[in-house]
């Protein structure tokens, strides 16, 4: 796919980073509440749920791109506050769906993370739109629309210049009519092969029916899913929408419970309550934290690289810079009760081979000019 310039396969994947919650790497993310803000107390209910079972970011619809122009069309402003008060009470990041300008301007500055929905897959100009902003954006695939389509309309956003894009399958259109949609567990797969973009699956709007959630979410996880988008109401009789897909309070909360094994079966991470320490998930959560190190430590090298071309030979090694270093260092090491003497051993290594590689640079820099030198 010649086109897929951006959003086409790398030979990393992406993360995606936000407000302290990482979407793509090994921790499935959970993300759940009601399809429509209704009220303060149903957030409020909603946000306790999300945080027990495990969940990171709440969700809910303020503006409603509904099927009927009759149906509820979301509360607005007044829902936006609900969503944002109740996410921040629990501290967990929140999660809403913009479907024009106007709307993306009223939320652009409150949640964490915007949403396209499917109707508004291959509206391009709201594509564009949010392309400029710097934030995170869950691109839903469109109802009828093939995976291609799908990654064509998020390098929309990449190209116009937002490179942080999350795809979620919610199910497609076919002729199966005992399910809202059928969801398409393959394309979870297909586009993880042809992107490098985090991948999240939404199994209520996908199922249409609470009773095949659990199942689904389990299935989406073991088919390479990087989270999950989950519908949960306080009283799923009285939702304004969506109210047949809608997990009760307890069965989200058991799902959560239960993802945790899911997870690990497939080296993946998922912070179930009493999960988390089995042998296997704790193993799993080091291998996690050992990534993440090694990834800062190669960051950290390649900025010593930098700042050693910008200096002479004989600035590369300055003792005082180590010792406030150091310093620094083991102070913070024992407000974290980690031994200082561990961190003075390891960053007398760090200090010691990033000396070493500004030193071999300089002499490569250093040596052509020798050669030109002695040649004239
Ligand atoms: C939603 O998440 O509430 C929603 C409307 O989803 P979709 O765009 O996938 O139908
Ligand atoms: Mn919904």
């Known amino acids: 796919m010649k086109d897929l310039r951006l959003a086409g396969r790398k030979a990393e994947r992406s993360t995606i980073e936000v407000n302290g919650v990482t979407i793509g790497g090994k921790e499935i993310i959970l993300i759940g509440g009601p399809c429509a803000v209704e009220s303060s107390l149903q957030m409020s209910r909603s946000a306790e749920t999300v945080k027990k079972a495990g969940g990171k970011i709440l969700r809910g619809g303020v503006f ?87 990654l064509l309309a998020a390098e929309y956003i990449l190209s116009t210049g937002n490179s942080q894009v999350i795809l979620c399958e919610r199910g497609i259109r076919t002729y199966e009519p005992s399910t809202r949609n059928t969801l398409d567990l393959s394309a979870v797969g297909v586009a993880k092969e042809l992107s490098h973009l985090p991948v999240i699956v939404d199994p209520s709007h996908a199922a249409g029916r609470r009773d095949l959630i659990s199942s689904l979410s389990k299935a989406s996880i073991a088919a390479g899913a990087d989270g999950l988008l989950i519908e949960t109401h306080p009283n799923p009789a009285e939702a304004t929408s969506d109210g047949s897909q809608s997990l009760t309070p307890e069965q989200f909360i058991q799902l959560g419970e239960e993802l945790g094994a899911v997870a690990d ?112």
């Open 265 to 376: 079966s497939v080296q993946r991470i998922f912070p179930s309550m009493g999960q988390e320490h089995t042998i296997e998930s704790l193993r799993n959560q080091i291998d996690s934290i050992d990534q993440k190190i090694l990834e800062k430590l190669a960051d950290r090298m390649q900025i010593v690289q930098r700042l050693g071309d910008q200096k002479r030979l004989d600035q590369v090694k300055v003792a005082s810079r180590q010792k406030e270093i150091i310093h620094r260092l083991t102070n913070l090491a024992t407000e974290l009760q980690l031994p200082a003497e561990l961190v003075k051993k390891i960053y007398a290594l760090i200090f010691e081979y990033g000396i070493q590689s500004q030193i071999k640079s300089k002499i490569a820099q250093e040596k052509p000019l020798e050669l030109s030198l002695g040649s004239k």
């Open 64 to 150: 409603k791109p509904r099927t009927s122009p009759y149906s509820f069309q979301g509360l607005g402003l007044e829902g936006l506050n609900y969503l944002v008060h109740a996410a921040k009470d629990q501290g967990l990041l929140c999660v809403t769906e913009v479907i024009d300008a106007l709307s993306l301007d009223l939320v652009i500055n409150e949640v964490d993370i915007i949403q396209i929905g499917a109707r508004n897959m291959q509206n391009f100009e709201l594509l564009k739109l949010v392309g400029r902003i710097n934030k995170p954006i869950i691109l839903k695939r469109g109802l009828s629309a093939t995976v291609e389509e799908w």
